[in-house]
């Protein structure tokens, strides 16, 4: 059998669970409750491919992209040269949103649609092999049905295949569920999902990161624990059994 080819995250225990990396121009949801790490693992996967030569896009709809920089440049795997460089791009999504004139609610079809084409036409131009959506869920509130949310991530990640780009979408779930999407649909479509948890531990809260579901690879699902520092960024060790 033909291996498919590889992203590699550059997060060393992710490719080594996925067998070398995400299957190329897959669309990953990293679904996780609050401060799990879901927009320091975004960016990082970004930079490790700028690493490899491969241009990132970052689309934030959570935050302002000043706020982004400034929150990033406590990380030493953060560099605003690549910024300059026009190796990583970072998107306010609702900026170009406001500029196309699309509704600040709810958007109709033509709306979804138009939004769709604008984000595949920039990753088109800037040549993006890796792209971040930073929140699906909250672009996921203006589309208004399951249809629409559907058809919106199914397009993306459609054409985003066909550039060999591969994509990352972050979910936002409520903490300590086993729910890996709101509205239920975004989990489906996806290719992938790597999910970020936390568990409590004699009064600590400890981050996980677990491998749920990858299309077109064997992998494997074990929980690690996910460790953040100014450093390394994020760090990926396996749980011992016995200490929890
Ligand atoms: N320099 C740092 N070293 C270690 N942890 C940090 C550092 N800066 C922020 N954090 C941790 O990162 C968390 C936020 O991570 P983030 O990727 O934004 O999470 P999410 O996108 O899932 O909400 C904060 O709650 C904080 O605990
Ligand atoms: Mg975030």
Redesign the pocket.
């Known amino acids: 059998m033909v291996k498919r080819p590889r992203c590699e995250t550059g997060i060393e225990v992710i490719d080594k669970e996925l067998n070398g990396g995400i299957p190329l121009g897959s669309t990953v949801l990293?679904a996780?409750?609050?401060?799990?790490?879901?927009?320091?693992?975004?960016?990082q996967f970004l930079i490790n491919g700028i690493k490899l030569g491969e241009n990132g896009v970052f689309f934030t709809a959570?935050e302002t992209v000043s706020k982004l920089k400034k929150?990033l440049s406590?990380?030493d795997f953060f560099d605003e040269r690549l910024i300059k460089s026009g190796e990583l791009s970072i998107i306010d999504i609702w900026s170009i949103s406001d500029r196309l004139g699309l509704s600040p609610e709810r958007y109709n079809l033509e709306e979804a649609n138009i939004l769709f084409e604008v984000i595949r036409d920039i990753a088109k131009e800037l040549d993006a092999k890796r792209l971040v959506i930073?929140?699906i869920t909250s672009l996921c509130y203006r589309l208004q049905t399951q249809e629409m949310i559907r058809d919106f991530i199914f397009k993306l990640g459609s054409s985003l295949t066909a550039m060999m780009c591969t994509t990352f979408l972050?979910s936002?779930i409520p903490p300590r569920t086993f729910q890996y999407s709101i509205y239920e649909i975004e989990e489906f479509i996806a290719d992938g999902i790597l999910f970020?948890g936390d568990i409590e531990r004699k009064g600590d809260l400890i981050r996980t990161l677990q491998v749920v579901k990858m299309r077109g690879t064997a992998h494997g699902r074990s929980k690690h624990v996910l460790?953040?520092?100014?450093e390394n960024g994020?760090e990926l060790a396996p749980m011992l059994k016995s200490t929890i």
């Open positions: 990293i996780g409750g609050s401060g799990v790490g879901k927009t320091t693992l975004s960016m959570t929150y406590n990380y930073d929140s972050t936002e970020l460790d953040m520092s100014s994020i």
